[in-house]
């Protein structure tokens, strides 16, 4: 299994427009984040999991021509604007099934009802096959992915595990019974925002405290603001196994 970091950054992205900040005006690559998503790849399958609106440049300089759906988070527009961007993809193969909690699909048909009508479509229009998650396991491909419930804030949202490897955003609240489906998971991603304590996101604090409940062989931080600070003098201060992800990473399973 091969995951890419599609976008490693909070919902404003860094740099943030107009912001003096030290690490928005950073240089380092690594300090330069788009909006939170991945790419996993397996056999000759490929998901990508959220659809920020980043979608197109993200697709774009990963190389990336095909993909097998688009599993949610939640609803929120940096996980979900960039929805317009998949018409190349369905161009070449056709519907794209989206993967999503049914109250989700309720916001997305809001939003983009051009898609989602039943009415006859402008040319153009791409189209997508509704699955809906529950919070039971649910086939990819050829992988069993297991939903991990948490909360976001008072919004529920889903974190996924494809065997070894699980990926969690926008986390603040995960109840003991959903951790525990987290046990024995080799590579572990999960939210942390700044160092300072936040309503609907976890913390540096609270990301390595739930690592430490988890007990991942490694876990990569990521949803990260500039206010965390610059990616190569954050990355001393982790715990040996704890990892800042950064834009482009690839990692392996």
């Given at each position: 299994m091969k995951v890419t970091f599609l976008g490693t950054g909070t919902s404003q992205g860094i740099p943030v427009i107009g912001s003096d900040h030290p690490v928005c005006l950073s240089t380092n690559p690594k300090d330069k984040r788009l909006r939170v998503s991945v790419l996993i790849e397996w056999d000759d399958y490929a998901f990508v999991i959220d659809c920020g609106p980043d979608f197109r440049q993200q697709m774009l300089r990963t190389n990336c021509h095909k993909i097998?759906?688009?599993?949610?988070?939640?609803?929120?527009?940096?996980?979900?604007?960039?929805?317009d961007?998949?018409?190349?993809f369905y161009f070449r193969q056709g519907d794209i099934p989206?993967?999503?909690?049914?109250?989700?699909?309720?916001?997305?048909?809001k939003r983009f009802d051009y898609i989602f009508t039943k009415e006859e479509k402008y040319p153009g229009v791409p189209s997508v096959i509704q699955h809906e998650i529950k919070n039971e396991p649910f086939l990819l491909g050829n992988v069993t992915v297991l939903p991990i419930n948490g909360y976001?804030?008072?919004?529920?949202v889903f974190g996924f595990r494809f065997g070894d490897f699980a990926y969690l955003t926008d986390m603040k609240t995960v109840a003991k019974e959903e951790i525990e489906k987290l046990k024995g998971v080799k590579v572990l991603v999960v939210n942390a925002l700044r160092e300072k304590e936040h309503l609907s996101h976890f913390n540096l604090?609270?990301?390595?405290?739930?690592?430490?409940?988890?007990?991942?062989?490694?876990?990569y931080l990521t949803h990260i603001s500039h206010y965390l600070g610059f990616h190569d003098v954050v990355q001393q201060t982790l715990p040996e196994n704890v990892k800042l992800a950064y834009d482009n990473l690839v990692i392996e399973l």
């Amino acid at each position: 299994m091969k995951v890419t970091f599609l976008g490693t950054g909070t919902s404003q992205g860094i740099p943030v427009i107009g912001s003096d900040h030290p690490v928005c005006l950073s240089t380092n690559p690594k300090d330069k984040r788009l909006r939170v998503s991945v790419l996993i790849e397996w056999d000759d399958y490929a998901f990508v999991i959220d659809c920020g609106p980043d979608f197109r440049q993200q697709m774009l300089r990963t190389n990336c021509h095909k993909i097998d759906g688009i599993v949610f988070t939640h609803e929120h527009a940096d996980h979900t604007a960039g929805l317009d961007d998949i018409r190349p993809f369905y161009f070449r193969q056709g519907d794209i099934p989206f993967y999503a909690h049914k109250r989700v699909f309720g916001e997305l048909q809001k939003r983009f009802d051009y898609i989602f009508t039943k009415e006859e479509k402008y040319p153009g229009v791409p189209s997508v096959i509704q699955h809906e998650i529950k919070n039971e396991p649910f086939l990819l491909g050829n992988v069993t992915v297991l939903p991990i419930n948490g909360y976001h804030h008072k919004l529920q949202v889903f974190g996924f595990r494809f065997g070894d490897f699980a990926y969690l955003t926008d986390m603040k609240t995960v109840a003991k019974e959903e951790i525990e489906k987290l046990k024995g998971v080799k590579v572990l991603v999960v939210n942390a925002l700044r160092e300072k304590e936040h309503l609907s996101h976890f913390n540096l604090k609270e990301a390595l405290n739930f690592i430490n409940k988890v007990q991942p062989k490694t876990a990569y931080l990521t949803h990260i603001s500039h206010y965390l600070g610059f990616h190569d003098v954050v990355q001393q201060t982790l715990p040996e196994n704890v990892k800042l992800a950064y834009d482009n990473l690839v990692i392996e399973l």
